[in-house]
């Protein structure tokens, strides 16, 4: 009796905050008549601030090229330096030339005027659909807002990377109360996130009067290579965080790591290792005075002089994916994206707030010793998680196909 008294005050407690979340959301989104959508001609614009997280709405993006129904353009944004706690205006061009190689029938827009120094009124563009790159309003000019977005078209965001390792209070921090209060479609890429989300958005309509959160597919998900032929771990591709193992972020093994794995391919001439750090690991790490640029230089002559190792900085870690037999990771959101690949993964970090069964399914590393010993056994064939991924990835969670559904939710009537 106990017990069942305690889940009900517990349901009750649940309801009432549910209720007290939509009453705020509800309160703080403002009515807009949008014009109803032309189903010959569908304005649908993404925004690009960083480059390497377009493969967010890649999928999505490619699917509506390739549609005769979707004007698609792309609005072309500064990126954030968070060194300097402004949008760098310098980076304009080379997003310009990343979006001119996407596709090309899509039309580009530079709304940043050098002689003024101001961005174009987004008014101006009468898009029906904007997708939002980044969840961050800080890193946006100042000239744009969301509130200002979602009054002008229907405001949609897909989460730039996995949640799949998030606790609570990652979830905050990554779906803002402005994303919120603004966006009309939000396409969550894991159960927690819609969870999260729903029980905030619950009862709210977006300006289709349609539900706002969906649980339908991460569409980076179509884009992983899921069929490669696998003759045993001869690659491995290394994700090295940016932070370090002091910061509260989500730590870092880099300088744990960096000789250790440096000296094993060394030794190991057949073997071939691929470093791929977060974009933002070196230029944190000058800034903050943890490496000078000798250091880093130096590091990046050390591994341009072995044959066998590769530092990528490409703008898509995708051709490293295909090449890659195992991945070894600290925390990252694009180590869920490897998994799908069903190639085995040597995790440098905890995995409590992990999905228990893909948890399971990762080799957990706790020492550099404990790495080189997994990295040994792949090598020679003993691979005792195989099952354990094939098991997980027979979940709805992971199937392919991701941008229909995201372009039928949008073009419903329901």
């Given amino acids: 009796m106990d017990e069942f008294i305690k889940n009900i005050r517990h349901k009750k407690w649940e309801l009432k905050t549910d209720l007290q979340n939509c009453v705020y959301y509800l309160a703080k989104r403002n009515k807009k008549n949008l014009p109803a959508l032309d189903m010959e001609n569908i304005k649908v614009c993404f925004i690009l601030q960083r480059t390497e997280i377009f493969t967010s709405v890649q999928s999505i993006f490619n699917a509506m090229c390739l549609d005769g129904r979707f004007s698609v353009s792309v609005l072309v944004l500064p990126r954030y330096d968070h060194a300097k706690r402004k949008v760098d205006i310098n980076t ?17 827009i530079n709304p940043y005027d050098e002689k003024s120094g101001s961005f174009d009124d987004i008014s101006k563009y009468d898009f029906d659909f904007v997708f ?9 000019p100042k000239a744009y807002n969301f509130k ?38 939000l396409f969550a890429d894991c159960d927690k996130v819609y969870q999260y989300c729903n029980s905030k958005l619950k009862l709210c309509k977006n300006a289709d009067s349609k ?64 470093i791929r750090p977060h974009p933002l690991m070196f230029a944190h790490y000058i800034d903050t005075g943890v490496m000078t640029k000798a250091e880093v230089a130096d590091y990046k002559q050390l591994i341009n002089d072995a044959p066998n190792i590769t530092l990528d900085e490409s703008a898509s870690y995708l051709d490293s994916f295909r090449k890659a037999d195992c991945l070894i990771a600290d925390y990252s959101s694009v180590v869920i994206e490897y998994f799908i690949t069903g190639q085995p993964i040597i995790y440098l970090n905890g995995t409590d707030t992990v999905e228990k069964e893909v948890a399971e399914a990762f080799y957990v590393s706790e ?29 709805n969670s992971y199937h392919g196909g991701v941008n229909k559904r995201v372009i039928n939710t949008l073009l419903s009537k329901d």
């Avoid at 997003?95 to 029938?105: G, I, S, T």
């Avoid at 939002?132 to 946006?140: C, D, F, K, S, T």
């Avoid at 794995?261 to 190991?268: A, P, S």
């Avoid at 790495?371 to 990835?393: F, H, P, Q, W």
């Fill in 92 to 108: 304009i061009k080379r997003n310009v030339e990343f979006c001119e190689n996407l596709n090309a029938k899509i039309t580009i």
């Fill in 132 to 140: 939002l790159g980044l969840p961050y309003r800080a890193e946006y």
């Fill in 148 to 185: 200002d977005f979602s009054q002008q078209s229907r405001l949609c965001y897909v989460p730039y990377g996995s949640s799949y390792a998030d606790g609570k209070k990652m979830l905050r921090v990554s779906l803002t109360n402005d994303l919120l209060t603004n966006v009309d479609y």
């Fill in 211 to 274: 539900k706002i959160v969906y649980n339908i597919g991460f569409p980076r998900y179509d884009l992983v290579e899921r069929e490669k032929k696998y003759d045993g771990v001869k690659t491995f591709l290394w994700l090295p965080r940016w932070t370090t193992s002091t910061d509260n972020n989500e730590k870092s093994t880099f300088f744990e790591n960096k000789d250790v794995l440096i000296k094993y391919f060394q030794d190991h001439p057949e073997l071939s290792l691929i």
């Fill in 367 to 395: 020492s550099p010793d404990q790495t080189i010993s997994y990295m040994n056994k792949l090598v020679s064939g003993m691979d005792e998680k195989a099952d354990l991924r094939k098991r997980a990835l027979s979940g």
